[in-house]
């Protein structure tokens, strides 16, 4: 590895050598626009976090005053809305972006400035709706906001507006992502790369692509009516004028439970790496992993009206979802089995990285388990809008995706940066994570069970849900700190840490047989691939070899500002829908300019 | 080899024990330490859900300390020493990835049966003979109908015990969820549709319930309380709320009082039968018989309703109750009209 490393480095310093600000604002190298991915979604996940810290201190006593019912309701809806769109979507997107066109041995995404686009659009979007916290008030009708509360009669305000513009327009940025890593993935694949020897990772991103291209639309359509209703006094949900408000909670899930696994199938992808690498021994049943994972984003589309069990949709419909909601758990489960006899036989590694994916296992089956408890509607009935739904998912999102997402990137971070996360600071990390989400967490279940139900500011004293609340929010701090332990890792690693080789720790794919962090090119002429887990193969020599020779010119696209100015451009003809004309109108100017440009641009 | 599956052993039964915390936690609590507790039934309905959850966690527990187990038994027998061998490259297992797709579809066979049975009989047609009440849902607050004698009244609701109660519900302004835990599970009260459910209640008691469906600002404050009585003192309830409302004596200070809610404000929202015909908030009738104020948040006593009254938007958030214009004197006299209602 020596011989090849040297000179990989010297090509390294000079194909990064643009730096400063403006490079990275015109950049459209897929590996920067990970890093700016990441980076800015890690800071929103911070966000989300501090919200939901005010709401524990508010819930550490019953009949507390420490914020006020208004503001409780912001911090609710906002916690949820960051998490899910500027949290977990765009950390993942952060590994797609990184990793996918490293895995499958492509130079770039299939569509580069479109790539930048679409984080520019991701980042305005979510100032966008952070904004409304200073401009009269944040939404405060729950993540879901469900009709007719969002109505002009009951909130009258502006923050509802802020809540629909801002995830239409985060979901421009979704879909630009999604079509471009769709088109990467089938098109861009390195030769003998076929579908099923594809990194699970980077098929579980194809699946999740798939899922964001025709959810997304749904959650626009509904939001599009909810605009009108609020802007132009249509009655799509207004049931005086004869409507259903039902509709929108069908429009909603139809597009919220595909979204569900939008935010878990990509950490699903994540520990299916990092369990074989630490476990030097290939992923157990990789086909039927993969085939789980389209499964489970097939069955996606059947289930949505278990959100719904309380509506009275009648017995059929309850019974229908009950089943499909069952039968999603047999995949699921099926995964669960193939990772521990992945592990099993293996010779563990308790690397940062793995204690992370082994934390996302035990914690996802809790959050299965009760998910399991509510796919049954009579049982869901006294669970429905408790904090017993409130422990489920944040076993799911924080135990599941959050857990997968710390794995991939302890796994990866060396690879970006060259360097190794610090291994003492990651593992009081993953211990205080882990011990301190189900001191938060874990007493959720029984207040739920016991009574309490969600989205509430404040409770009677007499409930008996005083002690577990103030156990959930001693919990709360300690997640906080944990993961201050974990920027301060990041922080004191990005420049202290070990430098790490090209393969840190002896994994099979393709991102490791190149140089840590890998040239702008990538690869110095594209790998042929023979199976699954090519550098665990017996051509992992050739293919090395191969990918750190550069053969004749290497053509990379060249950086571009037109991607941020359209981004900005559209940002702001959307926000015109709240701001007035006078935002609107340069907008689309801008945005015009800008996609005019951008079409022709020279690419040389 | 000794050492490692010994301690396996070990984690094993810690997993076990950890699994059966829940159940000995809850088995350990009462209604009274816990009065809302969706795990204490005092209805039919609510004892049908809970035999359904029982058996739902029977399959949790099993499934968690098994999975689990084998999680830790694997993650430790399997933790790299010095000197391991490198492991075998298995690619997979086509009989195991048959049995562990299996084995999970027949219990979820084994949960969906009695799933779908309860689903069906929970939402059949209500007994003959019910005890018809409507609900209806305002932001926040709860009205109670009582067709069959009459009877409106507000976010408490009185049934005997050992008749099945037949709900509709509906609502006057957004979504909200009605929710009495021991009675049974929550039903949406959802504009432009009539919901139903029906419960039997079989023992008598005081029982919290509260809105389960976020409906704006003051959705915790959204509460109520039902009276399971037997019927003689059911009887006796309905037969005091079908009569007229307390006529004070001339020249008393509940007499003022009536003076100060006719010309305060108070009947542009409130209905005292007889006396005024607002719809907006809670029918008055019989406000002083009720055991809580403000939608089951403050205990009715005079100082608790002289706060309520003299400034209800501090109270309760959002409330479309006014703080009326009022002298000490009026508000006082004012409580004493109200509290004489019973």
């Given at each position: 590895m020596a011989t090849t490393t040297a000179p990989i480095a010297a090509v390294h310093e000079q194909s990064y050598s643009p730096s400063g600000l403006w490079s990275w604002i015109t950049t459209v190298d897929h590996k920067r626009i990970g890093v700016l991915y990441g980076v800015t979604a890690f800071i929103f996940f911070l966000i989300g976090g501090l919200e939901a810290v005010l709401m524990r201190i508010q819930l550490m006593r019953p009949g507390n005053e420490f914020v006020s019912p208004d503001f409780f309701n912001q911090l609710f809806t906002m916690h949820g809305t960051t998490m899910i769109f500027l949290g977990v979507m765009p950390l993942s997107a952060s590994f797609f972006n990184f990793v996918v066109p490293l895995q499958i041995g492509a130079r770039d995404v299939a569509f580069p400035r479109l790539n930048a686009f679409s984080y520019w659009v991701f980042l305005l979007g979510g100032i966008f709706l952070n904004l409304s916290f200073f401009l009269g008030g944040a939404p405060d009708v729950g993540w879901f906001g469900y009709s007719?509360?969002?109505?002009?009669?009951?909130?009258?305000?502006?923050?509802?507006?802020?809540?629909?513009?801002?995830?239409?327009?985060?979901?421009?940025?979704?879909?630009?992502?999604?079509?471009?890593?769709?088109?990467?993935?089938?098109?861009?694949?390195?030769?003998?790369?076929k579908l099923m020897r594809m990194p699970v990772f980077t098929w579980m991103t194809l699946v999740t692509s798939f899922l964001m291209i025709l959810a997304f639309p749904v959650i626009t359509i509904a939001l599009v009516f909810l605009l009108f209703d609020r802007f132009t006094g249509t009655n799509f949900f207004m049931a005086s004028a004869g409507a259903d408000p039902v509709l929108w909670q069908h429009l909603f899930w139809l597009f919220g439970h595909p979204e569900v696994y939008i935010l878990i199938l990509p950490a699903m992808g994540i520990i299916s790496e990092v369990l074989p690498t630490f476990s030097r021994k290939p992923l157990f049943g990789y086909p039927v992993v993969v085939y789980s994972g389209i499964f489970i984003g097939f069955m996606g589309w059947g289930v949505w009206s278990h959100h719904?069990?309380?509506?009275?949709?009648?017995?059929?419909?309850?019974?229908?979802?009950?089943?499909?909601?069952?039968?999603?758990?047999?995949?699921?489960?099926?995964?669960?089995?193939?990772?521990?006899?992945?592990?099993?036989?293996?010779?563990?590694?308790?690397?940062?990285?793995?204690?992370?994916?082994?934390?996302?296992?035990?914690m996802?089956?809790?959050?299965?388990?009760?998910?399991?408890?509510?796919?049954?509607?009579?049982?869901?009935?006294?669970?429905?809008?408790?904090?017993?739904?409130?422990?489920?998912?944040?076993?799911v999102l924080f135990g599941g995706s959050i857990m997968g997402i710390f794995a991939g990137i302890y796994y990866w971070f060396p690879k970006i940066t060259g360097r190794y996360l610090g291994e003492g600071l990651g593992k009081a990390h993953f211990w205080l994570t882990l011990v301190t989400m189900n001191v938060t967490f874990f007493p959720m279940h029984f207040v739920g069970l016991l009574g309490m139900p969600r989205r509430v500011y404040t409770y009677a004293p007499n409930m008996g849900f005083n002690e577990m609340n103030l156990m959930s929010t001693v919990g709360a701090f300690g997640l906080a700190f944990a993961t201050l332990i974990f920027v301060a890792n990041v922080l004191r690693s990005r420049t202290h840490g070990a430098p790490a080789p090209a393969d840190p720790w002896g994994a099979p794919t393709l991102e490791f047989a190149i140089a840590s962090?890998?040239?702008?090119?990538?690869?110095?002429?594209?790998?042929?691939?023979?199976?699954?887990?090519?550098?665990?193969?017996?051509?992992?020599?050739?293919?090395?070899?191969?990918?750190?020779?550069?053969?004749?010119?290497?053509?990379?696209?060249?950086?571009?500002?037109?991607?941020?100015?359209?981004a900005?451009?559209?940002?702001?003809?959307?926000?015109?829908?709240?701001?007035?004309?006078?935002?609107?109108?340069p907008g689309l100017v801008l945005m015009l300019v800008g996609f005019y440009s951008w079409s022709f641009e020279p690419c040389h | 080899m000794a050492a490692p599956d010994r301690g396996a052993k070990w984690l094993r039964l810690c997993a076990l024990l950890l699994g059966l915390l829940p159940l000995v936690l809850l088995l350990g609590c009462t209604l009274e330490q816990y009065p809302q507790s969706a795990m204490h039934p005092r209805s039919d309905y609510a004892i049908w859900l809970q035999d359904l959850l029982e058996g739902l966690v029977f399959w949790v527990v099993l499934i968690f300390v098994l999975v689990e187990g084998a999680l830790i038994v694997a993650v430790i027998r399997f933790r790299a020493r010095p000197g391991m061998p490198d492991p075998k490259p298995v690619h997979g297992h086509t009989g195991l990835e048959i049995a562990w797709t299996i084995a999970p579809a027949l219990i979820l066979a084994a949960v969906a049966v009695p799933t779908v049975a309860t689903v069906f009989k929970t939402q059949s047609k209500a007994p003959a003979g019910a005890l018809q009440v409507e609900v209806i849902g305002h932001q926040w607050w709860w009205e109670f109908r009582y067709p069959e004698y009459q009877i409106t009244t507000a976010n408490e609701l009185h049934v005997p015990v050992g008749r099945t109660v037949s709900v509709s519900l509906a609502t006057a302004d957004v979504i909200h969820s009605?929710?009495?835990?021991?009675?049974?599970?929550?039903?949406?009260?959802?504009?432009?549709?009539?919901?139903?459910?029906?419960?039997?209640?079989?023992?008598?008691?005081?029982?919290?319930?509260?809105?389960?469906?976020?409906?704006?600002?003051?959705?915790?404050?959204?509460?109520?309380?039902?009276?399971?009585?037997?019927?003689?003192?059911?009887?006796?309830?309905?037969?005091?709320?079908?009569?007229?409302?307390?006529e004070p004596d001339t020249l008393s200070t509940e007499a003022r009082g009536k003076q100060v809610f006719m010309t305060a404000g108070c009947v542009a929202c409130h209905t005292i039968n007889g006396v005024s015909n607002g719809v907006l908030g809670p029918n008055l009738t019989h406000v002083g018989g009720r055991s809580t104020i403000a939608a089951a948040l403050f205990d009715n006593t005079p100082h608790e309703l002289g706060k309520w009254i003299a400034d209800p938007p501090a109270r309760k958030p959002g409330t479309s109750m006014l703080k009326l214009p009022m002298s000490p004197d009026q508000l006082a006299d004012l409580v004493a009209y109200l509290t004489s209602l019973k």
């Open positions: 007719n509360l969002t109505s002009k009669q009951y909130s009258p305000g502006h923050g509802v507006d802020f809540w629909a513009v801002g995830l239409q327009i985060l979901g421009v940025a979704s879909l630009a992502a999604a079509f471009n890593f769709i088109v990467t993935i089938i098109n861009m694949r390195a030769p003998g790369m719904m069990f309380s509506v009275g949709l009648g017995p059929i419909a309850d019974s229908f979802f009950a089943l499909t909601t069952m039968l999603i758990a047999i995949p699921t489960g099926v995964k669960i089995f193939n990772w521990i006899a992945t592990i099993w036989g293996g010779r563990i590694e308790f690397k940062t990285a793995m204690l992370f994916a082994i934390g996302f296992i035990s996802f089956i809790m959050g299965g388990l009760s998910g399991f408890m509510h796919a049954s509607p009579p049982s869901d009935l006294q669970q429905s809008d408790t904090y017993f739904i409130v422990a489920h998912i944040h076993y962090p890998p040239p702008v090119y990538n690869f110095g002429s594209l790998p042929t691939v023979h199976g699954l887990d090519p550098l665990w193969s017996k051509e992992a020599k050739d293919i090395i070899q191969q990918v750190n020779t550069v053969k004749g010119h290497i053509h990379m696209p060249p950086s571009s500002y037109w991607p941020a100015v359209s900005l451009g559209m940002t702001m003809l959307m926000s015109g829908i709240v701001f007035g004309w006078w935002v609107g109108i | 009605f929710w009495f835990p021991a009675m049974g599970g929550k039903r949406d009260v959802v504009p432009a549709r009539t919901n139903h459910m029906w419960f039997t209640p079989n023992s008598t008691g005081e029982f919290p319930g509260q809105c389960a469906e976020l409906c704006g600002i003051s959705h915790a404050n959204m509460r109520m309380k039902l009276f399971v009585r037997t019927p003689e003192e059911f009887d006796a309830w309905v037969v005091a709320q079908r009569a007229g409302p307390a």
